[in-house]
């Protein structure tokens, strides 16, 4: 069986795209499976979590479909590979990408968007499989995010549009804005939708490289996103 | 009742921005659509860039010699093309230069040494000119630490697609930056600190002349630069006009080719494209060098 691609993207920076990657890749690998790690961004900010060297040359041949992938393993992570981000993978012109990610000897591919460069995102939204919308309780937030899932809603697999989730991230319902947001977002963009709450142990661990927490808010909030994921 | 307020308030906000989320979307499609991203510039390191496909020219030794000293002087003005995969397209004499630049001094004599007519050049003028250029740590930055800018044709595959890299080559090299007039005075000032002159009749072993580093730099006649010079010496700075045409010869080249490939590009028929792009090619870098002496 070949493996499923999760894009995470959300064309706005800040949003939590990455927290949320390695959240889901420490859930994988912590269900014995195989993960590689994406890492599209210029500023490696997925590579520089997983205390990786940030290069992205070898992931601009891939992305311009020159070269095989080889992802590095990660030292620190047992049974998690990354294909490293850097400033090189800004020039590259992606080509089936699709194609080449299913080659991957792993069980799941997490793709981890950068902000803006919708080049990039485009490229990623036709590789997944399933797609994850980062965002924050907040109108800049939506509004990038809602240019993610309009592209998304027009990528069919098998006749039915690209399986699409917002997730609201790091909510704090002491905020108003956060207390009301997936009330009035629900329906309003036409995908499921998850929250994420605040989650200080969870920032704080990615922040010295090291694996998120197995207990705490983050990870209970994870697992339907898992659920929803794996269905 | 804070709550009752707030959200009335707060769905006006995100609502809105499901709006203007969903027109922008509109837009990238259609950029996507319309404009494939053609080329990028961005600093790469020297090391990373392969040689030509078919090298079908080599660098020539005086203007190799020429464009480093400028570049010593200058830094790197005008960005090389590569393509996707960081081989050279245009730029040979840049890049050879550069990489001359950050050789070690003693190896500096026997690179020179492999290039097209160095021979012919006098042995005491390179051990003279090769020996004035700064060592690679004082060169310009990024040179310094061994990285240039370059212009990235992202759409370009020049191994699987040598038409279409020639092609670009010949482009590339009659595009021109555009120096504004300010710009040009202050290349003059940059390259007089250097200790450019204006030595009387032809210049000796080891002199640095301004007006043949100023034509291959800007690519424009010994009559613009002596009335740019006369300017910059009167004290008019401000109304000197640059017309910033290539050459003639060029412009012609360029209109040919693009008709060529237009017309058998609607004929369906390729084959002969490459042959003559080379030919083409070829003697638009003969006329550049010839220009530039």
């Given amino acids: 069986m070949s493996c499923s691609i999760v894009t995470i993207a959300g064309r706005k920076g800040g949003v939590g795209k990455t927290t949320l990657t390695l959240a889901l890749a420490a859930h994988y690998i912590r269900a014995k499976k195989r993960v590689c790690v994406v890492d599209l961004d210029p500023q490696g900010s997925a590579t520089m979590g997983l205390g990786m060297p940030i290069n992205g040359a070898h992931l601009a041949e891939v992305l311009s479909g020159d070269i095989a992938p080889q992802p590095m393993e990660v030292a620190r992570w047992d049974r998690l590979t990354l294909l490293s981000g850097g400033a090189e993978v800004e020039t590259a012109e992606p080509r089936n990408l699709r194609k080449t990610l299913s080659s991957l000897p792993v069980d799941v591919v997490l793709v981890d968007c950068p902000p803006g460069f919708p080049h990039l995102d485009l490229a990623a939204l036709g590789a997944a499989d399933s797609v994850l919308v980062a965002a924050e309780a907040h109108a800049f937030a939506i509004a990038g995010a809602t240019r993610i899932i309009t592209a998304a809603a027009g990528i069919k697999r098998a006749g039915e549009p690209l399986r699409t989730a917002l997730v609201l991230n790091r909510v704090d319902e002491r905020r108003a804005l956060d207390r009301h947001a997936p009330q009035i977002l629900n329906g309003a963009l036409g995908v499921q939708l998850f929250t994420i709450h605040q989650d200080t142990a969870l920032a704080a661990a990615l922040n010295s490289s090291e694996m998120p927490p197995t207990t705490g808010r983050a990870a209970k909030d994870l697992k339907a996103v898992v659920k929803w994921l794996n269905r | ?293």
Avoid: W
């Fill in chain 2, 1 to 293: 009742m804070t709550s009752s307020k707030a959200q009335p308030k707060a769905a006006s906000g995100l609502l809105g921005a499901i709006q203007t989320g969903t027109s922008h979307a509109a837009t990238d499609a259609q950029l996507a659509k319309d404009k494939p991203r053609e080329k990028v510039v961005d600093l790469v390191s020297l090391e990373l860039i392969k040689d030509r496909v078919a090298d079908t020219r080599k660098a020539k030794a005086d203007h190799v010699l020429g464009v480093a000293e400028s570049i010593a002087a200058l830094g790197l003005l005008q960005p090389p093309a590569v393509d996707r995969k960081h081989r050279l397209i245009a730029g040979l004499h840049r890049i050879t230069a550069c990489r001359l630049l950050l050789a070690e001094p003693a190896e500096r004599i026997a690179m020179f040494a492999q290039l097209e007519g160095a021979a012919r050049i006098p042995t005491d003028e390179v051990e003279a000119r090769l020996g004035a250029l700064p060592s690679a740590r004082d060169l310009p930055e990024p040179l310094a630490h061994g990285r240039v800018p370059v212009a990235i044709l992202i759409g370009i595959d020049a191994e699987n697609d040598k038409a279409a890299a020639l092609a670009a080559e010949v482009a590339e090299n009659v595009t021109r930056k555009k120096y504004t007039t300010p710009e040009i005075y202050s290349l003059v000032g940059q390259l007089r600190g250097h200790g450019y002159t204006e030595p009387k009749g032809r210049p000796r072993a080891g002199e640095k002349a301004l007006r043949p580093a100023l034509r291959l730099i800007l690519g424009m006649s010994e009559k613009t630069i002596r009335n740019i010079l006369e300017r910059e010496k009167g004290g008019k700075l401000p109304p000197f006009q640059t017309k910033e045409a290539p050459p003639k010869a060029e412009v012609s080249l360029l209109n040919a080719i693009s008709s060529y490939r237009k017309a058998t590009e609607k004929q369906g028929t390729t084959k002969p494209t490459e042959a003559l792009l080379t030919t083409l090619s070829e003697l638009l870098d003969e006329l550049r060098t010839l220009a530039s002496r």
